[in-house]
Structures are given as structure tokens and as C-alpha cells.
């Protein structure tokens, strides 16, 4: 399995309730971010949370980060049928001005149905 | 700021021929653009990293002579597929980076290829 896998694959629930999602990962990293892709669309950055960090908050979208159990969650509050959409988390890692690559996790498909 | 656009955004071709695909960042110089592959339902996979100037470098697994990528100003990468394949078939995504945000990628809205 690769570096920044998610949990769950596939998430739907209701307009207004709370939607988390999980990203676990292998490797020490330096920051890690979560990323927004509509269907057939390119990626839409959320959020970066930093290695040295344990949560970051951005409107509706909260995001922790437990470096000891190398894992993260993205929670989206009060979610709209907007907020449909695959969400991604990518780690980065080794030095930060020598190529940053992003390893990408496999996603989860979240649905809000109105 | 920072928009990043790719064109064309859909491209049906036949086994056999090339295909080039533009990745531009229209707001800011990008000294570094990346190449992403994503099939169906599936993460994206990055195929190589593109410095401005220099020759690209590539992942594991992916072939640099079939995936020839030029990025020859600080605004415009592009990706040929060449002697495409209907395996080639996939969404690509470009992303690029500015010099002063190193920990940020902005994407293009991707390109779907479809070989028949």
C-alpha cells in the first residue's frame, strides 16, 4: 500500500451534518495537505497543516494532524450539497525547497445528498 | 492568482499517433511544473517533475522516451504521449510550483485522453 491512504473510500450523508474523513501515512513528513477534485476537474487546494502543527482550522473545514500515529483527518461541518466532491490528502516530504513532491492517498468520494 | 490552464481539455485520438498537451501557469512564473496521471476512481499518480531549463525528471515505471516532456519557459510545460496506446487512455493533470510558495502546487483543470 502507498504512502497517504484514506478512509473511508466513500462517504454520504445528508446536507448539515458533519462529514470526516482519515488519511494515514508511512513516512516522516514536512507538511501534509488536503486537496478538492470535482468530478472530471482538476485539484482545488483546501488546507496545509505543517508537521509541527496538531490542527488548523479554514471555515467550514478543520483539520488535525497526529505526526505519532502518522495519520490525519479533514472534518467538513454543516456540509452543502456543494461540498460533493473526492477529497485527497498529500504528504510531503524531505527538504522543502528541493522538489516538494506530493505523494498523493487514494481519496474518498464524498456525497451530500440534499 | 495563480491559474494554471491546460488545453486541450479532451483529445480523442487514434492508436499510433502523438498528442501534446499544454500546461500553463497564466499569473505567475512556474519554475517547476509536475505531471500527474489519474485513471478512473483512482488517486493521482505523479509521472515527473519538470524544471524550466533542464531535462525532466521522471518516476519509477514511467517510460521518458513514450511521455516526452519540454519545459522550456517559466510559463509553459507540455507532455507528448507519443505512439499513444488505448492504455494511455487516462486523465492527466499538470500542477505548478512558484518560487515563493514551495509547499504549494496550483493544478490545471486536466486533459482526457482517449486512445481508440
Known amino acids: 500500500s502507498q504512502q497517504g491512504e484514506e478512509d473511508p473510500q466513500a462517504l454520504s450523508i445528508q446536507e448539515g451534518e458533519n462529514a470526516t474523513m482519515n488519511c494515514s501515512y508511512k513516512t516522516s513528513i514536512n507538511n501534509l495537505q488536503w486537496y478538492r477534485q470535482n468530478s472530471g476537474r482538476g485539484l482545488v487546494h483546501l488546507i496545509l497543516i505543517r508537521s509541527n502543527e496538531r490542527e488548523k482550522h479554514s471555515g467550514r473545514l478543520r483539520v488535525t494532524l497526529d505526526t505519532s500515529k502518522k495519520s490525519s483527518s479533514l472534518l467538513i461541518t454543516a456540509s452543502r450539497a456543494a461540498d460533493t466532491a473526492s477529497y485527497f490528502c498529500a504528504t510531503v516530504s524531505g527538504g522543502e525547497t528541493s522538489g516538494s513532491r506530493l505523494t498523493f492517498g487514494e481519496g474518498t468520494q464524498l456525497t451530500v445528498n440534499p | 492568482g495563480a491559474v494554471v490552464s491546460q488545453h486541450p481539455s479532451r483529445v480523442i485520438c487514434k492508436s499510433g499517433t502523438s498528442v501534446k498537451i499544454e500546461c500553463r501557469s497564466l499569473?505567475?512564473?512556474?519554475?517547476?511544473m509536475f505531471w500527474y496521471r489519474q485513471f478512473p476512481k483512482q488517486s493521482l499518480m505523479l509521472m515527473a517533475t519538470s524544471n524550466e531549463g533542464s531535462k525532466a525528471t521522471y518516476e519509477q515505471g514511467v517510460e521518458k522516451d513514450k511521455f516526452l516532456i519540454n519545459h522550456a519557459s517559466l510559463t509553459l510545460s507540455t507532455l507528448t504521449v507519443t505512439s499513444a496506446h488505448p492504455e494511455d487512455s487516462s486523465f492527466y493533470i499538470c500542477?505548478?510550483?512558484?518560487?515563493?510558495?514551495?509547499?504549494?502546487?496550483?493544478f490545471g483543470p486536466g486533459t482526457r485522453l482517449t486512445v481508440l
Open positions: 500542477s505548478a510550483r512558484m518560487t515563493s510558495k514551495v509547499n504549494e502546487q496550483f
Open positions: 499569473d505567475f512564473q512556474a519554475t517547476t
